[in-house]
C-alpha cells in the first residue's frame, strides 16, 4: 500500500512540475508551439543552425549552415566607369542631377550575370503521429539563453516528454535529445530533406545522408549527415524515412558542410559526426555549455523584476505592446542579442549575414547577404562593447578578404589607387556595383568597414593587430579616399562624388527625383573619421610620415559638416526637398553614431542632430526595426535617456516578432545588434577619450547593475545604481592605462593604474 502511494504522488508531481516548470529569466518560453518561422527559435553554434518549431505531431526544424551560398566569383565592373567619371562629376557640380543620374546608370552601374544568395541548408522533420498529438496538455516550449540550449516539454497519453536541442561549437554538430518519463513510449519517423527538388538522399544503417550541389550547379556543394541512436525499441527503413519504434531514448546527430573553404564537405562531415556520435550526451552538453558561456557570463544585467516576469514570453511582449512596463524583459532582450552574436559569429567562419545565419528558403529576403551601407557594421556595433571581442573577428577576416577584388575595383572602375567597396557584397567577396544608382552609387562601403579594425584596436590594444591587420587595410581605404576626393569648383573644398546619402532621393529646382551629388554629409564624416584613425594609426606605429602628412592636408580642405537654414544637419551639399521625410536611413547623423564628429564639444552640431532626428520621426522614421535600433544610438549619444527609452519602447512594441527577432519587416538581425548596442549606450560610452558612466538612464530604470562592459581604452566596467542615480562603479585595466571617468559634472583623472587591478568608486567618482 505504502509503494502504490508513493508512486501514485510521484506521478501527481511530476504532473506538476510538468505543467508549472519554472523558467529562469534567462529564458524565452511559450505554452504552444510555433505556429509559423516567426515564432520559431533559434539556436547556433557560429556556422550551423537551426529554428526550432517545437511542433507535437510533426517536429520541424529548419537548418542553416553560413556557407551556403549559390553563386560564384565573378567580375562585372562596367568598362566605361573610368571614361564618364570626370564627366558625371562635371554634370553634378552644374546642377545637371537627373542628366548626371542617367549616365552613370548607363555606364557606371555594373551587371551582375548571376543570382548570389544565401540559402537554407534544408529541414529535418521528426514525425511522431496524429495519435500521439491527440491530447497534449502542460505544454512547453524554450530556449535558455544562458546554456544555448532549447527545449520542449508535454504530456501526451499520461506521459510525460521531452526534447531537448543544442548546437555545439566544440563538436561542430546539432545534437537532439528526446525523452519520455515510461521505458518504450518513444515512436518517431524521421526525414530529412531540402527544397528545389534536387537534392540526392541515402540511407546507411541509422544515418540519413543528403547531398546537393546549390542552384543547379551555380553555388557550394552541401553534405548533411544525421544520425538516429535509440535506447531500446527497434529501428527500420522505409524509402527515405528511418523509422524508431518503442524506444526509452533517442538521440540525434547532424552535421553539415560545404565546400565553400575548399575543404571535402564528404569527410568532413563524416569526421564530425563519427567523433561525436562516440560520446555521452550528457558530456556533449557539458561541454558545449562550457563552450557557449565562457562568452555569454562575461556581461550580467539586471534593470528590475516585473509582475509580468512568469508569464510566457509572447504574453510578456503583447503586455508591453500594450503599455505595460516589463524592465526585465528589455534585459532578457538585450541578453538574446547577445546570444545571436555568439550563435552567428565564431572565429574562423563567415560573419553574420543579414538574418544572422537563420534563414528559410532559397530565395531569402535581400538575399540573406553583407549589406555595407550600415546593415553589417550594425550587426557588429555590440561587439567590441558587450565583451564579445572574439565574435568580431569573422567581420574583420572577411574585410581583409575584400581587400583583393577592392584593390581591383579602384583602379579598374575609377583609376584610383588603395580598395573601394559599394553598397553590399557577399559570400563571393565582390566590391564592384551594380543594380539602381539610388542604393548602388556609393563607394563608402571599404571606407566604413575597416575602421572596425580600429575600434577593435582601441578596445583590445593589440599592437601586432594594429600593425599586421589593421594599419594595411585602413591605409588603403583612406589611400583610395585621398585619391578619389575633388575640389568643388564654387568652393575649392574637397567632396566625394559622385556618391548618395545612402537609398535617399531629394527633389531638385526643375522638380525633378535625383539621388546623386558631389560631396553627400555621410561620404565626408566617414572620410574624415577613417582619415583621423589612419593618421592615429602611423602614429602610435611611427610609420608613414609623408602619407600622413598628406591625410593631415586633406582633413584641412574636407568640406565640413554643414548646418542647414531650418537648423537640421543638411544631407547633401545644397538644402533640397525631400521626397520622402521620414527616410529610414538618417545617413547624415553617422557623425553622431556611430563616429563621434558630432559630441558634446560641438554643441550647435549636437542641436542640430537633434532635430535631424525629431524631424524624421514626425514624418514616420523609424518604421523600420534597424532604423529604430540605430534612433536609440543616437538619442544615446544626445545623452537623452528618455527618447532613447521610448524608442527602445516603440522597437519591441512595432518592430519585434514572437520570438524576440527584429522585424524589417521581414526579419532582419541587425535590429536585435543594434539594439543591444543601443542599451549599451545608454549605460556607458567612451568614444571622446573618456569614460562616461550612465550617460542616458532613463527613469524607467531607477535601480539595477551591470557588470562586463568594455571601454576603449582596455576597460571593463561594472555599475550599480539606485534611484537613478549611481551608487558605485567597478572600473578594471586591462592594460594599465590611465583614464578619465565622468558621472553627470562629475570628473576623475585615475592615474597610476596597475594592469589588472580593480578600483571601485562611489557616486563622487571617490575611491572606496
Known sequence: MKHCLLLFFSAIALASTAQKQPFSSASLWYEHPAADWNEALPVGNGRLGAMVFGQVETERLQLNESTVWAGEPEDFINPAAREVLPLVRMMLFSGQYAEAQKLAQERMMGHKPTHSRYQTLGDLYIDF????????????????????VAGVRYRSGGITFSREIFSSAPDQALVLRLLADHSGALSARFRLSRPGGFARLEITGHDIILRDHVDRGHGVQLVTRLRIVPEGGTVSVQDSIVRIEKADRITVFLTAATDY???EPESVTADHLESVSRKPYTILKTAHIADYQQFFKRVGLLLGETENRNLPTDRRLAALQNGAADPALIALYYQFGRYLLISSSRPGGLPTNLQGIWADGLNTPWDADFHININIQMNYWPSEICNLSEMHLPFLQFIDSLQADGHKTAREMYNKRGTVAHFTTDAWHFTETYGETQWAMWPMGMAWSVQHFWEHYLFSGDQEFLEKRAYPVMRDAAL???????????????????????????????????????????????????????????????????????????????????????????????EFEEPEPGHRHISHLYGLHPGHEINPKTPELMVAARKTIDYRLAHGGGHTGWSRAWIINFFARLHDGESAYEN????????????????????????????????????????NGEIELLPALPAAWPQGHIHGLCARGGFEIGMEWEGGKLKQVEIVSKWGKECVVKYGDRQVMLSGINKGEKYMLDADLKKM
Open 129 to 148: 503521429g496524429k495519435e500521439h498529438a491527440a491530447n497534449i496538455t502542460d505544454y512547453q516550449r524554450y530556449l535558455d539563453i544562458d546554456s544555448a
Open 261 to 263: 573553404w575548399k575543404t
Open 480 to 574: 583610395f579616399c585621398a585619391d578619389w576626393l575633388v575640389a568643388n569648383p564654387k568652393t575649392k573644398l574637397l567632396v566625394s562624388g559622385p556618391s548618395i546619402s545612402p537609398e535617399n532621393r531629394f527633389k531638385t529646382a526643375k522638380g525633378e527625383i535625383s539621388t546623386m551629388v558631389m560631396g553627400p554629409t555621410m561620404d565626408h564624416m566617414i572620410i574624415r573619421s577613417l582619415l583621423e584613425s589612419t593618421i592615429a594609426a602611423s602614429q602610435i606605429l611611427q610609420t608613414d610620415d609623408e602619407f600622413r602628412a598628406r591625410l593631415q592636408s586633406i582633413l584641412k580642405r574636407l568640406a565640413p559638416t554643414r548646418i542647414g537654414s531650418d537648423g537640421r544637419i543638411m544631407e547633401w551639399t545644397e
Open 648 to 687: 527602445l519602447q516603440a522597437l519591441l512594441r512595432k518592430s519585434t516578432l514572437p520570438n524576440l527577432f527584429d522585424n524589417h519587416p521581414p526579419f532582419q538581425i541587425d535590429g536585435n545588434f543594434g539594439a543591444t548596442a543601443g542599451i549599451t549606450e545608454m549605460l556607458l560610452q567612451s568614444q
